[in-house]
């Protein structure tokens, strides 16, 4: 996946928020160009649409919050998978003898 297959999907998310059609992934999938199991695939453009559909829904319902705040944790258990292995290829590195 490239940049502009990213950038698509969220100016075609932006899109649909601002003439009021209802983001789906079959919608967004045909008007980015792009296979609709890239986009359930995609963690990162799974995100995209996941949150545009968030927002485009009641976000102050006991619903809409509860899946606000699902995401917002996958999205934290995600980063902390990632400072994890950084953190770890880190240690590597340091205790690498040095090199010249």
Request: with cysteine.
């Amino acid at each position: 996946m490239n940049e502009s297959t990213l950038a698509r999907v969220e100016r075609v998310c932006a899109e649909f928020v601002t003439k009021g059609h209802p983001i789906t992934f079959t919608a967004v999938a045909e008007q980015a160009q792009i296979g609709r199991a890239t986009l359930y695939r995609d963690p990162q453009l799974r995100a995209i649409v996941d949150e545009h559909r968030t927002r485009q829904t009641d976000a102050r319902t006991l619903s809409g919050l509860a899946t606000e705040l699902a995401h917002l944790r996958t999205a934290v258990e995600a980063l902390a998978k990632i400072v994890k292995r950084h953190e770890e290829q880190l240690r590597k590195i340091t205790k690498s003898p040095h090199r010249r």
